[in-house]
């Protein structure tokens, strides 16, 4: 009986050791909170330095933040990358950074990293590929291409499941 009683115990304690889990849980309902990987953390600061710069129209931070050899490579566009100096220059006076950076995911290949994510826009959103070069212990804008994220996708649908002909016995 003392085996039992002992096992019960273990048992509610468990279960009240749980509840304010569970009860935690519950609170958040059916929103996700999405996990943010180190990576993640970082090029979403770098990319809020860069929107900062733009609506400061800082040209130093700005600057410091690209590569010397930063060039725009957009969809609308793909042959005409805009140099560093007249992205800077446009981005500048416009002093129009974007808004939301959502659905970041980061690769890094060692020495370049590239962060991809959706942007929110005054015409709807974009979809933007930084390459992000490691430059010592810093990371620098190399190339940033970007397209409206409303776009037809780039690989085809599932085609519809063929609709089974009944056998005839």
């Known amino acids: 009986m003392r085996v039992t009683f002992a096992a019960g115990s273990a048992l509610v304690s468990a279960l009240l050791l749980a509840a304010p889990t569970a009860a935690a849980d519950a609170k958040t309902g059916d929103v996700s909170v999405p996990t943010v990987t180190r990576l993640v953390k970082v090029f979403l600061a770098k990319e809020a330095s860069i929107g900062t710069a733009i609506r400061a129209a800082d040209s130093t ?5 690209l590569a010397d050899d930063f060039e ?3 969809s609308t566009r793909p042959a005409s990358p805009v140099p560093r100096d007249e992205w800077m220059r446009e981005a500048l006076a416009a002093r129009t950074a974007g808004g939301e950076i959502r659905s970041m995911a980061v690769h890094d290949f060692g020495s370049v990293a590239i962060a991809s994510f959706t ?6 959103s ?3 590929v930084d390459v992000w070069q490691a430059s010592g212990n810093d990371w620098k804008l190399a190339v ?3 397209s409206d994220a409303r ?9 519809p499941r063929p609709q089974e002909i009944p056998k005839k016995y």
């Open 119 to 124: 942007q929110s826009i005054a015409s709807g």
């Open 144 to 146: 940033r291409y970007s």
């Open 126 to 128: 974009r979809f933007v």
């Open 151 to 159: 776009g037809v996708r780039s690989r085809a649908e599932p085609s």
């Open 61 to 65: 931070t700005l600057g410091a933040l």
């Open 72 to 74: 725009l490579r957009e």
